[in-house]
């Protein structure tokens, strides 16, 4: 069974960065397209970032492009989310995700994602 384990997360400043990481055990890591989450209290969970099983392909949510990176390292069964210039509202529940190769799956899509998870808590503070 894949398994994913988030770290990463933290309490920060608006302003400050953070580097979250995805830790991917039980199959071929560079097989999976993977991608980030979040969940803000009262809010439906959002989609952030997805990358290729060989991280030449990458796609954002417009509300994080150009302050957030995704990159993985499939040396290491290691993905990783780069946030810098963080906000007040960026404060969730990160979560990362992986998928089973197939065609047509959408980058934002949640039930394109056969693993998941349990998510590192991210506070941004004013």
């Known amino acids: 069974q894949v398994q994913l384990v988030e770290s990463g997360g933290g309490v920060v400043q608006a302003g400050a960065s953070l580097r979250l990481s995805c830790a991917l055990s039980?199959?071929?890591?560079?097989?999976?397209?993977m991608g980030w989450f979040r969940q803000a209290p009262g809010k439906e969970r959002e989609y952030l970032a997805g990358?290729?099983?060989?991280?030449?392909?990458?796609n954002y949510a417009d509300s994080v492009r150009g302050r957030f990176t995704i990159a993985r390292d499939n040396a290491k069964n290691t993905m990783y989310l780069q946030m810098d210039s963080l906000k007040p509202e960026d404060t969730a529940v990160y979560y990362c995700?992986?998928?089973?190769?197939?065609?047509?799956?959408?980058?934002?899509?949640?039930?394109?994602?056969?693993?998941w998870g349990q998510g590192t808590q991210v506070t941004v503070s004013p």
């Open positions: 039980g199959n071929t890591f560079s097989r999976y397209a």
């Open positions: 990358i290729s099983g060989s991280g030449g392909m990458t």
């Open positions: 995700a992986a998928e089973e190769p197939r065609y047509g799956s959408s980058w934002d899509r949640e039930s394109d994602y056969d693993y």
